[in-house]
Every structure is written in C-alpha cells, then in structure tokens.
C-alpha cells in the first residue's frame, strides 16, 4: 500500500465510524479481524463480536472522529494515526475531545488489526454525568 491509497482508506474507515453504522463499520474489517481499545478489556475477534462491541459502543456515545496525522509502515501492510474525537451522551450535554492513535494492519484494502490508544480517564466527566 502506498500513502495516497492509506489516505483513502483512512478517509473511508473514519467516514464509517463517524457514521456509527456498525454493518458499514464492520465491512472495513476483514472476516478474522482483531481490535482492541482501552474499553473492550481484551481483544475483539471477528466480524460477529465486533458488530456486538460497535452495537453497544454506538448506542452509549456520540462520537466524530478527524484524522490528524497518519504514517504509513515501512513495509507498507499498515499505518499509525494520530486522530481528534469527540465523545458525548446521544442525550447531548458537553462533548469531551480526546486525542488518541490507533496502530492498523491492513490486508487486501481491509483492516486486519486495529489497536487504539488513549486516556480513557478523559471520558470521566462524560462517566460522572451519566
């Protein structure tokens, strides 16, 4: 994979997740998929339990993701991204912003591994006014 294609992945895989559509989240995975996150207390494997995870995930928050940075791997088969988001209640009340990175292995235009990193005590303002 080449910068201009990461790109166009990383605008396609953010576009989804922004539109917190767990079927057009899950077709930017492949089948055996592995993702973790600072919430999921372990890894998620598979399209079946990522669908059950976003299902959750997306009926507790609004959230909007925005690419900051992204660096494409040596060896071409992922990136890191450097990414903005911003959480709140789908009730409404103050958004949160976090600043986090997420470590992608893609194969065949899809992504295979998807770890995220960020300060989950970020969301403790968004935890104490539920």
């Known amino acids: 994979m080449d910068r201009e294609r ?6 396609k895989f953010l576009g989804a997740w922004n539109s917190q559509d ?5 077709s930017c995975y492949t089948a055996d998929l592995e993702y973790r ?6 890894p998620v494997r598979g399209t079946d339990a990522m669908r059950r995870y976003l299902s959750k995930l997306f009926g507790r928050w609004q959230m909007h993701w ?11 088969r992922g990136c890191a991204v450097l990414w903005r988001a911003t959480f709140r209640h789908p009730q409404g009340g103050t958004p949160v912003a976090i600043d ?6 893609v194969r065949d235009d899809r ?7 960020f300060d989950r005590a970020q969301l403790a303002p968004l935890l104490a006014a539920a």
Not at 6 to 11: N, Q, R, V
Not at 22 to 26: F, G, L, T
Not at 37 to 42: F, V
Not at 111 to 117: K, M
């Open 37 to 42: 996150d600072p919430n999921t207390r372990g």
């Open 6 to 11: 990461m790109l166009a992945l990383a605008d």
């Open 66 to 76: 925005s690419l900051r940075e992204a660096y494409l791997f040596d060896d071409g």
């Open 100 to 105: 986090g990175m997420d470590f992608v292995e």
């Open 111 to 117: 992504i295979a591994r998807n770890e995220v990193c």
């Open 22 to 26: 767990a079927e057009r989240v899950v």
